[in-house]
């Protein structure tokens, strides 16, 4: 959507290798989730973060509210790790609404 | 772990038909959410709710209706599908607080 920009758009990683992905937010936002959609369509949770980081084996995240962002590293990137990333924001209202970026397609070659 | 399941899988329905996707989770969550996901769109909140008996509209509410009638249970009606609303629809649930959203598998609904 148009609050939360993700970037890139998609991205191909040889295995071993890593990289970021980015989630920037046009509006101060309390928190962000990122998610991973497989190839079966199903979405998993990676993270939530209300500030700060958070890692989980290959993966760490980041969530600057102050400035507005937030990064998903990936290292050692393995063929599973394919799929869509999306990163959710919560309304500022505190509603309880998630704000969808578009996603970034990711695509690990052997 | 947390539990999502949306039925049916997959549906065709004709139009003017309705159809009604079921969710049910397990967690105890109080907030629920119907979101449905098209290329070029990401996914956009239909409806929402926050414990039984309670229904908002999201950004997309036009043409579906929501019903929470436990914590449990909180299912998505098309009273009269139109094939504009071929999509995947996912159902979630989330605890206050930490709303941390556990998804359900999917429902790939054609309207013919």
């Known amino acids: 959507g148009d609050q939360v920009e993700q970037s890139p758009s998609a991205l191909s990683l040889h295995e071993g290798t890593g990289s970021a992905l980015r989630c920037n937010f046009t509006t101060t936002m309390r928190a962000v989730q990122w998610f991973q959609q497989n190839s079966r369509g199903s979405l998993i949770n990676l993270f939530y973060?209300?500030?700060g980081t958070k890692e989980n084996g290959r993966l760490k995240s980041t969530f600057n509210s102050k400035e507005s962002y937030s990064t998903l590293h990936i290292r050692d990137a393995q063929l599973e790790d394919s799929g869509t990333y999306f990163c959710?924001?919560?309304?500022?209202?505190?509603?309880?609404?998630?704000?969808f970026g578009l996603g970034t397609t990711l695509q690990v070659q052997p | 772990e947390a539990a999502v399941t949306q039925s049916p899988r997959n549906k065709v329905a004709v139009t003017g038909g309705k159809v009604t996707l079921s969710c049910n989770q397990t967690n105890n969550h109080n907030n629920m959410y119907w979101y449905r996901q098209d290329t070029g769109h990401g996914l956009r909140l239909i409806h929402y709710?926050?414990?039984?008996?309670?229904?908002e509209k999201g950004d997309i509410p036009d043409g579906y209706k929501a019903s929470r009638p436990s914590q449990e249970n909180f299912s998505l009606i098309l009273e009269l599908a139109t094939p504009s609303q071929t999509s995947v629809y996912f159902c979630?649930?989330?605890?206050?607080?930490?709303?941390?959203?556990?998804f359900g598998a999917g429902t790939r609904l054609s309207v013919l």
């Open positions: 979630a649930s989330g605890g206050t607080g930490q709303n941390t959203l556990y």
């Open positions: 709710s926050y414990g039984a008996g309670s229904t």
């Open positions: 973060l209300a500030s």
């Open positions: 959710a924001a919560e309304d500022p209202g505190n509603t309880g609404k998630l704000i």
